[in-house]
């Protein structure tokens, strides 16, 4: 079994920051891929960062140059770092796990934390 688990979403007013983390537990030999996404009421979930095990990072446009991702290969998180943050980016954020599902395999396993809520006032 594997968990994600997601701290650090809250309210702020626009401009202001917000730091996300998300850890991973359980049985697991690595992690590949780890990403951020979120969604809005009424809205699809969308692609906010992604970054490779070897620290490679792609963002969506409408977020370029405020948000930043980073992971610690040692204590398996991610984390997002959300500065100028603006009303459109309320949402709730989710991070994602792509997970060999054994070692070495090529199959990898989507696993998703539960979610937190990151609420920005205008």
């Known amino acids: 079994q594997v968990q994600l688990v997601e701290s650090g979403g809250g309210l702020v007013q626009a401009g202001g920051s917000l730091r996300l983390s998300c850890a991973a537990s359980g049985r697991f030999f690595s992690i590949d891929n780890m990403a951020w996404y979120r969604q809005a009421p009424g809205k699809q979930r969308e692609l906010v960062a992604t970054?490779?095990?070897?620290?490679?990072?792609n963002y969506a446009d409408s977020v370029k140059g405020r948000f930043t991702i980073s992971r610690d290969n040692v204590k398996n998180t991610v984390s997002l770092e959300m500065n100028s943050l603006e009303p459109d980016d309320t949402a709730v954020y989710y991070c994602k796990a792509n997970i060999p599902l054994w070692r070495g395999s090529p199959i990898l396993g989507d696993y998703w934390g539960q979610g937190t809520q990151v609420t920005v006032s205008s």
């Open positions: 970054i490779t095990s070897g620290g490679t990072t």
